[in-house]
């Protein structure tokens, strides 16, 4: 180094650890939160203090205590075991209707771009149709036609969350479609469903994944959601949006309705960190939003 | 301009046409049969009876004059009778619609209020504590079940500190001022009625921030967002090498180009929380729209939960279309 | 006059002493702008000139205390006209730029607010400086779009950015720029983004500017070409250090820095013999993170003594008014010519042969997305007929400005697009419909290499499985192990290290990435090459170490170039034969020297005086090309055209007129640069 750059007084750089943190800490934390919700649905039976559905009336609305953490509801439910087996119902909608919803769109959103013409013109309109419902009505509106219970519910979400993949995958397999990369790939000569799976695919995972990821949380809301009007489940069973929905009246008993809340919280917070930090970890110029 | 216009406006036309049949098919395809439903037993084991009622309702006609049918109702404002409330479900949704109106007309400006300041500040000083403030109030804004916000914020300011009224719109005794439009707020003010007015932006309090949470950590995050990419546009730079100061580059320079998208999500917004107001409305027994609709789904009334998803869906259509125009407004690229 | 010339003892507009510009990245800080030192006096010009990297962009940001995190200045001074720039407050700064100061940027697409009228962008900072109010403001602000050549100034002015090409708002940004009359005006690549015909419009304006008013002009560039056509004094930028500077011309003519030795021989003119290799410099800047404790340029050096690698130069006083930061030239001594080895004679093309791939009457018509249910899509006019053909160990080279259909047509001849009209032989082989099953047996002798070497790689792949693929795929290889040796093989063709097979992309710089896509296209052993702008991404040097790397390979392995370019002198060197295009059409075909030594058509006229080569006597073309949506009925340049006459109605044929050279012209020849040296503007 040249003797006048040494005598330029530089300023002191933040330290590498706290920038570290802050860019990849929210990341950890919520893959910490995510997995741990997983493993806690995976392993509610065994965890569990209580049966999800034991009544013990005497017992009713007890407020936390060491033999009831989360206290008791209306029935003398344990809360707390509730909450653990509720867990199973709201991960597995999440995921069931994000990944089928995903995959669904994404395919109709990808044959749109690669037909283009006349299919992508009717596929398009079509998602635009099923876009201009306001989704939650929408899905309120054919999980009643359907009937209440998990899997109708799981349905209706599904008639209304393709739409955004599909305009989301259209996109992508356009942007791909005029890649300089994907040209040189035809150029070389290279079968088509090469170009797809070894070109294509790989750089339309990362912003898909990021979607998915971010979406999951909201799915989960919105599952929860209909639940409290009365639509995700059958009673007995031990579901978070339908377990706020009993205690909502309860406000001296605030633990009835505030733990499981405060569970949806966890696994939407933890998503969306997730979401947050695989698309800086995919994208690292686009470290804005 | 007059062009854009007329053909966005022959585009929602279509739209709202297409969705009308859309639920009009899902009305139609609902399991059990609707002759059962309104006939009862007996009747239904009659023949003769269940054809002449079904030509009276014309069920005997194909899918597609029924259809038509439907649409000659709804141009009259026939939206069928609800069964739980037996009345006309329009006459319904004109009892309950001022309330969501109102409730979601505030909470949309506190969220506009809110998150646009918020998100552009955060974005001018970027990574400082303003920028983490904006980026915690919108990850638990749009990461909080609604319907849980609701029950915290009765339970902590109802319930404990009893600094906010209880659910409802107005004092379980006062009586709803006589205005025209069936908005407490404006009708209060229309009639100078000072003490209603109070009570009615008290109860409004609670449930518009509720309802507003989600609406302003997106707003906050869009705003945040189409600020720093706008902020980091040439152009940005050239208005600073003119010499602008920098709340003119921020202002003047940088926000008209970063509120597209924000108009965008402000639409989309404001229609959802017409319809997100079913929870809310659920836990503060407020008299709108979203606790009409909670019933009805509740009972599976299916002719209002029709008339309801129609009436919102046209709604969320003109919603969008005045998102569109209001493009042609901030961006004249799109106007042509 | 030329008010280059600053009286002695009058106050420099402009003083830099020491000026220190560094990045805090997580690396440790990069010393992007390291000690430098210049003075501009009132009036005078100043060119500064180095490749991407060299911290010349980063200096003029630094000027105007434009500078953004993680960038900052750490020492040295900065003063206009006496005042010190680094000491002023936030307000004082805002009140000094864009009023004294002023600063044109490189890309005019991006520099435009596009929702802000451009009445009110040209204006706002006379007002908000409080030089006129808003009604007299507006009046000036026509005025000056009317001074900077703005076709209809009053519609201009109450319109918005996205209604004008790039020249157009280049001119608005310079009105933007002169608005308060600064005394000095930075100009950053102001058009690097721009044609060449566009760009000599822009320049002469600027020039025009320092004439008329006197405003001293701090150009930027990474073409000393265009420095010398509009400043009088170059300070040559390496490394984020000046390492030289001195009259422009004189740095052309007998450069006194090795590095400035090598910009200047590394560009390709248009009066070199023909066949002559391009001098380069081998490596690459050194490492902004640990920069050579001695000379910088050392490592790359091709005169380098003993004491260069240990003993940082000063920048030294070589000759009066020269200053040079090198131990080799500090004792005076200019630098040799360089010794160029004589290409070995190419195989010669093979013309009596029936030609590899052919033309014939191609056309392309792309249907934009309709605007309307009822109304026909609009269409772009891409390619529209032309004839062309290329024959075996030949290289033909297409030039044109952005637009012509130049690209297209190498996508219509490589079959990535299907031609509209007309048809397309391979060896012989009609392959204008080709199925893409069909098309996959020919394509590993027809290959292409793309212009952009950052988008042509798949960020997602090693360089070793990118170039391994097509051998697989095409079952040239057996195995693995044999893919993996072809894969060295091809490293060390194109002069990369093998180890660099397990790296993805975006290790690698442009020259690099590019070499790695020529690899790439050479991996099936093809006859045709088809290359759509190859070096137009490329700083100068690394674009002649490219350049002479695809010489070598047409000599050793036997390629025939398709050779897509915008640059005239690139073209030139490279090309045995040439084809010029404007709006989709071949205007003028023939041998490489005579169609750009003797031009016949009055745009390739325009075209080889636009080039900004010091010396050259220069026409401006007026006008810009019209939209490909609607083509004009008769000749197509006839709207620029200065010998434009009523015949130029019907469309001229490309028409032979004399052996093996075509042009599409009625007048042929009718419109040549006087040999006047004085500047003129036609039409």
Redesign the interface.
């Known amino acids: 180094m040249s003797a006048t750059t040494a005598a330029v007084a530089l300023p002191p750089a933040r330290s590498r650890l706290r920038r570290r943190l802050?860019r990849y800490g929210p990341a950890w934390a919520g893959g910490a939160i995510v997995l741990a919700w997983i493993v806690v649905a995976l392993l509610a039976p065994w965890i569990a203090p209580y049966p999800p559905d034991a009544v013990d009336i005497p017992a009713r609305l007890q407020p936390p205590s060491w033999n009831h953490w989360m206290g008791t509801d209306t029935l003398g439910r344990d809360v707390f075991s509730r909450l653990l087996y509720g867990a199973r119902l709201s991960l597995f909608a999440g995921f069931s209707v994000v990944l089928l919803g995903a995959a669904l769109g994404t395919t109709i959103g990808i044959v749109a771009a690669w037909a283009r013409g006349w299919w992508d013109e009717a596929l398009m309109r079509f998602t635009?149709?099923v876009l201009?419902?306001?989704?939650?009505?929408?899905a309120?509106?054919?999980?009643?036609?359907?009937?209440i219970g998990p899997v109708n519910t799981i349905l209706a979400m599904l008639v209304v969350w393709w739409p955004k993949f599909a305009r989301l995958g259209r996109a992508l397999a356009l942007v791909q479609r005029s890649q300089e990369y994907v040209e040189a790939a035809t150029v070389l000569g290279l079968k088509p469903h090469r170009i797809l799976t070894r070109h294509i695919l790989p750089n339309t995972l990362g912003p898909l994944a990021v979607l998915v990821t971010l979406d999951l949380?909201n799915a989960i809301?919105t599952f929860?959601?209909l639940s409290?009007?009365?639509?995700g489940v059958i009673p007995p069973m031990p579901e978070w949006?339908s377990m706020?929905?009993e205690?909502?009246e309860l406000?001296?008993q605030?633990w009835v309705?505030?733990f499981?809340?405060?569970a949806?919280?966890t696994v939407?917070?933890g998503f969306?960190f997730c979401g947050d930090g695989l698309r800086d970890w995919l994208d690292p110029k686009g470290r804005?939003? | 301009m007059s062009r854009y216009i007329a053909?966005r406006l022959l585009a929602a036309a279509i739209?709202a046409l297409?969705?009308s049949a859309?639920?009009f098919l899902?009305?139609n395809?609902?399991?059990g049969d609707p002759v059962l439903a309104q006939l009862g037993d007996i009747a239904a084991s009659d023949p003769a009876t269940v054809a002449r009622w079904r030509a009276k309702w014309g069920l005997d006609l194909p899918l597609w004059e029924r259809y038509g049918l439907f649409l000659g109702g709804l141009a009259q404002g026939d939206l069928g009778i609800s069964i739980a409330t037996r009345r006309p479900v329009l006459d319904d949704i004109i009892q309950y619609a001022p309330a969501t109106l109102e409730l979601a007309t505030v909470a949309f400006l506190l969220s506009l209020l809110v998150g646009i300041p918020l998100g552009i500040a955060a974005a001018v000083w970027r990574?400082g504590w303003v920028d983490s403030l904006a980026r915690a109030i919108s990850?638990?804004g749009?990461?909080?079940?609604?319907?849980?916000?609701a029950?915290?914020m009765?339970?902590i300011f109802?319930?404990g500190l009893q600094w906010a009224p209880g659910p409802g719109r107005l004092d379980p005794i006062a009586f709803p001022p006589e205005g025209p439009t069936g908005l407490f707020l404006f009708d209060s003010l229309w009639l100078r009625d000072w003490e209603t007015f109070h009570d009615a932006a008290a109860h409004l309090v609670l449930p518009s921030i509720v309802l507003a949470a989600a609406t302003i950590g997106l707003i906050t995050?869009t705003t945040?967002?189409a600020m720093?990419?706008s902020l980091q546009?040439?152009?940005v730079?050239?208005?600073?090498?003119?010499?602008?100061?920098?709340w003119?580059v921020v202002l003047?320079?940088a926000l008209?180009?970063a509120l597209v998208p924000v108009v965008t999500l402000g639409g989309l917004a404001y229609?959802?929380l017409?319809?997100?107001a079913?929870?809310t409305e659920?836990?503060f027994a407020w008299p709108g729209l979203g606790r009409y609709?909670?019933r009805s789904?509740?009972a599976?009334d299916?002719p209002a939960?029709?008339g309801?998803?129609l009436v919102?869906?046209i709604t969320?259509?003109l919603v969008?279309l005045m998102v569109d125009l209001s493009y042609a407004i901030?961006?004249?690229?799109v106007r042509? | 006059m030329d008010g280059s010339f600053p009286l002695p003892g009058q106050q420099p507009v402009l003083e830099v002493k020491d000026l220190h510009t560094v990045f805090m990245t997580d690396g440790g800080p990069i010393h992007a702008v390291d000690g430098v030192s210049f003075k501009v006096g009132p009036g005078e010009t100043l060119g500064i000139v180095g490749e991407s990297g060299s911290g010349k962009s980063v200096t003029a940001l630094s000027l105007?205390r434009?500078l953004e995190e993680p960038a900052r200045i750490v020492g040295g001074s900065i003063t206009f006209q006496g005042r010190d720039v680094l000491a002023m407050s936030?307000?004082q700064?805002?009140?000094?730029?864009?009023?004294r100061a002023?600063?044109v940027?490189q890309?005019p697409m991006?520099?435009?607010?596009?929702?802000?009228r451009i009445l009110r962008q040209v204006t706002?900072?006379i007002v908000?400086?409080g030089r006129m109010p808003k009604a007299a403001a507006k009046k000036r602000g026509i005025e000056l779009l009317r001074r900077m050549g703005v076709a209809a100034p009053e519609r201009a002015a109450a319109s918005?950015p996205?209604e004008f090409s790039g020249g157009m708002r280049q001119r608005v940004?310079m009105a933007?720029g002169v608005a308060n009359d600064p005394a000095l005006l930075i100009a950053d690549e102001p058009t690097t983004a721009l044609d060449v015909t566009i760009q000599a419009q822009i320049l002469d304006l600027l020039r025009g500017l320092n004439a008329d008013f006197g405003t001293a002009i701090v150009l930027i560039s990474h073409d000393l070409g265009v420095i010398g056509t509009v400043c009088r004094r170059v300070a040559v930028m390496y490394a984020g250090e000046v390492v030289e500077e001195a009259i422009t011309a004189d740095v052309l003519s007998d450069p006194r820095h090795p590095y400035s030795w090598a910009l200047v021989n590394a560009v390709p003119r248009l009066d070199a013999p023909t066949g002559a290799r391009l001098t380069s410099i081998e490596g690459t800047p050194p490492d902004p993170l640990n920069p050579p404790q001695g000379c910088r340029f050392e490592p790359r050096c091709p005169f380098k003594v003993a004491r260069c690698a240990t003993d940082h130069p000063p920048l030294m006083d070589v000759a009066p008014g020269r200053r040079a930061r090198c131990w080799v030239t500090a004792d005076g001594r200019s630098l040799p010519r360089p010794t160029l080895p004589a290409a070995a004679e190419a195989e010669q093309p093979r013309m009596a042969e029936a030609p590899l791939l052919e033309a014939r009457g191609v056309e392309k018509h792309f249907a934009l997305p309709r605007?309307?249910f009822l109304k026909p899509p609009a269409t772009v006019h891409a390619v529209n007929g032309v004839d062309i053909a290329l024959h075996r160990r030949e290289s033909l080279g297409i030039v044109g400005e952005s637009g012509c259909g130049k690209s297209t047509l190498a996508r219509l001849l490589t079959r990535l697009h299907e031609p509209t009209g007309g048809s397309v032989f391979f060896e012989g082989q009609d392959i204008t419909h080709a199925s893409a099953a069909a098309l996959r047996g020919l394509r590993p002798r027809l290959q292409m290499v793309f212009q952009d070497p950052y988008a042509s790689l798949n960020p997602r792949m090693t360089v070793g499985d990118a170039l391994a693929e097509p051998l697989t795929a095409h079952g040239r290889v057996g195995s693995r192990k044999a893919a993996n040796e072809r894969v060295r093989e091809l490293l060390s063709t194109v002069g990369l290290k093998p180890a660099f097979a397990s790296r993805y992309p975006h290790e690698f710089s442009g020259g690099q990435r590019q070499r790695i896509s020529i690899a790439r296209a050479l991996a099936l052993e093809p006859s045709v090459v088809v290359a759509d702008e190859p070096v137009s991404a490329l700083d100068v040097n690394v674009q002649a170490q490219v350049l002479n790397l695809m010489l070598d390979l047409r000599q050793r392995l036997g390629l025939s170039y398709l050779f897509i370019a915008h640059d005239l002198a690139v073209v030139r060197a490279f090309c045995d034969r040439v084809a010029v295009m404007y709006l989709g059409r071949v205007v003028e075909e023939g041998p490489a020297d005579d169609v750009l030594s003797r031009p016949l058509h009055p745009y390739t006229v325009a075209l080889t005086s636009a080039i900004p080569e010091p010396g050259r006597q220069r026409v401006i073309l007026a006008g810009e090309p019209p939209s490909t949506l609607r083509l004009p009925r008769g000749c197509a340049f006839a709207a620029r055209c200065p010998v434009a006459r009523a015949e130029c109605e019907a469309p001229p044929p490309l028409a032979a007129v004399a052996p093996g050279r075509k042009v599409a012209c009625h007048f042929p020849g009718a419109f040549a640069p006087r040999t006047a040296t004085k500047l003129e503007i036609v039409r």
Not at chain 2, 142 to 149: C, G, I, N, R
């Open positions: 802050r635009d149709l201009c419902f306001p989704p939650i009505i929408l309120l509106a054919i999980a009643a036609a359907l009937g949380g809301l929860a959601g409290f009007l009365g639509l949006g706020v929905a205690g909502r406000v001296e605030w309705a505030a499981p809340g405060l949806i919280l939407v917070v969306n804005n939003r | 053909k739209m297409l969705a859309v639920i899902i009305a395809l609902v399991p990574d990850l638990l749009v990461s909080a079940p609604t319907f849980w916000l029950f915290i009765l339970a109802y319930g995050r945040r967002a720093l990419d546009q040439d152009y730079r050239v208005s600073r090498a003119k010499g602008m100061r920098e003119a003047q320079h008209p180009n229609a959802n017409l319809a997100g079913v929870m659920t836990v609709t909670f789904a509740a599976l299916f939960i029709v309801i998803t919102v869906s969320y259509l969008n901030l961006d004249p690229r042509r | 105007m434009l936030r307000s700064l805002a009140d000094w730029r864009g009023d002023a600063m940027f890309d991006t520099g435009l607010n596009p929702v802000i706002e900072h908000s400086h918005f996205h940004m933007i605007s309307s």
